[in-house]
Each structure stands twice: as structure tokens, then as C-alpha cells.
Nanobody, 124 residues
């Protein structure tokens, strides 16, 4: 499985961005796709997940502002980010897991496949 993330950029606080994650290869075994982010000096954290049954979940810090979705026909997963805040600044990664994973006990090690990161910078 190969994942390709794109769509990052620089915006002012209150702005919006949409990240895209393109999946290719043997994707039939994927159960969950998750968007993660890592800010300088911080651990990588899970932001949003979507299952192969379109069940979604979010970190408390982004609930109501971010929306994860997918287009199965195009093997794409998206992260729509609205009302962006400076604290959302980070490198964002999409990752795929073959098992159900997420809150209340998200485990990064359960994600077997990772895309390269895409930088999101939010200025105040």
C-alpha cells in the first residue's frame, strides 16, 4: 500500500484547507485510515479516522472544525480543515491500518502504512 498526502499550505487563522490522501496498491485489506499530525517538539498525534464502513471519529481538539471523508471510487481520503488555528500548525500525515483502531485508545503502531507528510502552517 502506498499513500500520497497533499494539500498543505499556509493560511491565516480562521481559514480553511483540504488535505488529500491518495491510496494505491493492495488496499483491499485496509480497515482504517487516519490523519495524524506532528508539530515541532511534539509527539505525533491522531487527528481523525475513517473506517471502511465510513465511521468517523476526531480528536477533541478538532471536533466541529475538521471533517474526514473518503471517495472509495477514487481511493481517496480527505481532511477538510475549517476555522484553522495557529495551534493546528504541524506536518500532517495520512496512514492506513488493517485493523479497527482509534479512540479511546489510539495506537500509532497499529498503522502499517504511512504517506509522506504535508506541512500546514496557520498564522495569527
Amino acid at each position: 500500500v502506498q499513500l500520497q498526502a497533499s494539500g498543505g499550505g499556509s493560511v491565516q487563522a480562521g481559514g480553511s484547507l483540504r488535505l488529500s490522501c491518495a491510496a494505491s496498491g493492495s488496499i483491499g485489506g485496509i480497515n482504517t485510515v487516519g490523519w495524524h499530525r506532528q508539530a515541532p517538539g511534539n509527539q505525533r498525534e491522531l487527528v481523525a479516522t475513517i473506517s471502511n464502513r465510513d465511521s468517523t471519529d476526531y480528536a477533541d481538539s478538532v471536533k466541529g472544525r475538521f471533517t474526514i471523508s473518503r471517495n472509495s471510487a477514487k481511493d481517496m481520503v480527505y481532511l477538510q480543515m475549517n476555522s484553522l488555528k495557529p495551534e493546528d500548525t504541524a506536518v500532517y500525515y495520512c496512514a492506513a491500518s488493517g485493523v479497527p483502531t482509534g479512540w479511546p485508545n489510539p495506537e500509532i503502531y497499529e498503522y502499517e502504512y504511512w504517506g509522506q507528510g504535508t506541512q500546514v502552517t496557520v498564522s495569527s
